[in-house]
């Protein structure tokens, strides 16, 4: 090329997309590209899509008109506009004919060699809407991946697996991303060795499900619903937390994206002896109601649920539990509605997030068209139930004034405890002065909403 190409992004949706978004990026440099953050400044513009439910695609989709249009506005002709992610894979087909402007999609195999792609055309005179999107997903990261971080120094997602084998009727996750594959343990622990080596203080596992970690590759045959987390079997979440646990340093270890279906005692015994492995679990569970969880196909029942909450909470002291509830899913009534209150009200979750069904097509649930729940009850139910969790997390709050807590300084005067996962969870504000990227311990004098105040 006769000059530096400079590639601007823009990434939607989940950290599992951020992970892909920063190995293209890390492609980008190692093909001598310049990463820019000025969308006028850029020869190509990639936009790392999301599409998993309504809001999500229109969020996609209207990002990318406004790229078009600011790129018609100003006369930039050259300008190449690429569409990657969730949403180019979903949509392959369909989307050159909605978005006829886009210069080429690429879909989830293709985030290590979008610099070729770039260079392909920006030298050749390709036609518009170019696709170079797979049909099925295949691709898993390892430790040698470039990949240009996104995230503070202190903090990284690693990626453990890729794709999904669980069947839920509202997801079209594994329809996108494909069936669930692991990566080798011994890889992952290179990758957390050298990001600990760099000064990175906490590492945030990830994938669709890291309790399915290794399964996948068990001899013969692989998990079935509610088998537990097993390292008889070979590699496994206990495994690789046990391997990360040995690594020198002083960091986090936390847990995002669990299914319940994959628990055991024997990982809730690894998680409570660890050192390094905070007392936080990330545990959709989107209901409680049995008519619910056998709608959704969630491989578990109410009474199994709330025994492993039990269970959890017995075997691992001061665990703070994530969980995540979708609200006005078809047949949803007001007796399953009220459960779910219920439950939340017995177990008193310290971080929840709640979700208003959305209708999926190329899902099992897209097709359901008895017990439809309207919009204005559906808004309802979510209103309410998010008001009361509101409640519940003041009244916990408050109980956590006089308490001592490890804390990571995020920003200067903000941090986060054990309890709380980057971007989606809570902040702990502390003094200005403390460097941040550390550890500090502090006392809880004062609650601000959701967040603590500490000294």
């Not at 590699?235 to 040995?246: N, P, V």
Request: aromatic share 6%.
């Amino acid at each position: 090329m006769s000059r530096e190409l400079k590639v601007g992004m823009v990434s939607l949706g989940c950290a599992k997309n951020l992970v892909d978004a920063e190995v293209m990026m890390g492609s980008l440099g190692e093909a001598g590209m310049a990463i820019t953050a000025d969308a006028a400044d850029a020869d190509v513009l990639i936009v790392n899509t999301c599409c998993f439910v309504d809001d999500a695609k229109a969020e996609s989709i209207g990002t990318i008109e406004e790229l078009i249009k600011e790129r018609r506005k100003h006369g930039r002709r050259r300008q190449k506009i690429i569409v990657a992610g969730c949403l180019a894979q979903r949509y392959a087909e369909r989307l050159p004919e909605q978005l006829p402007e886009v210069d080429a999609y690429i879909g989830l195999d293709q985030v290590e060699s979008v610099a070729c792609i770039i260079q392909e055309l920006m030298t050749k005179d390709c036609a518009k809407g170019v696709s170079y999107v797979s049909s099925a997903s295949t691709y898993i990261p390892s430790h040698e991946t470039p990949r240009l971080r996104l995230t503070d120094a202190h903090s990284a997602y690693v990626k453990i697996a890729e794709g999904c084998n669980h069947p839920c009727s509202f997801c079209v996750i594994p329809k996108i991303r494909g069936r669930h594959r692991s990566r080798a343990q011994a890889d992952i622990v290179c990758e957390v060795t050298s990001l600990v080596e760099q000064g990175c203080k906490e590492i945030n596992l990830i994938s669709q499900d890291t309790t399915y970690y290794g399964m996948d590759k068990w001899e013969g045959k692989s998990a079935t619903p509610r088998s537990g987390v097993d390292s008889s079997r070979g590699e496994s979440l206990t495994t690789l937390l046990r391997e990360l646990e040995a690594i020198e340093g002083d960091f986090w270890i936390r847990l995002l994206y669990t299914h319940p279906a994959h628990w055991s005692i024997e990982l809730m015994e690894t998680i409570a002896a660890s050192k390094k492995v905070v007392p936080y679990v990330d545990i959709p569970l989107q209901h409680i109601s049995d008519n619910m969880l056998s709608a959704m196909q969630r491989e578990t029942d109410g009474a199994y649920i709330r025994n492993l909450i039990r269970q959890m909470r017995e075997k691992i002291p001061g665990l703070g539990i994530r969980t995540a509830f979708i609200v006005g899913f078809p047949g949803e009534t007001d007796a399953d509605f009220k459960e779910l209150i219920e439950f939340c009200e017995e177990f008193r979750f310290e971080r929840v997030g709640v979700f208003e069904y959305s209708r999926e097509e190329d899902t099992r649930a897209y097709d359901i068209e008895v017990g439809m729940v309207d919009d204005d009850t559906r808004h309802a139910r979510w209103d309410t139930l998010m008001r009361r969790l509101s409640e519940l997390a003041e009244e916990n709050n408050e109980m956590r004034i006089g308490e001592k807590l490890r804390v990571l300084v995020d920003a200067p005067g903000v941090a986060r405890s054990v309890w709380d996962a980057p971007e989606i969870d809570c902040n702990v504000f502390v003094d200005d002065e403390l460097l941040v990227g550390t550890f500090v311990a502090i006392e809880v004098v004062d609650v601000e909403g959701y967040d603590l105040v500490g000294e």
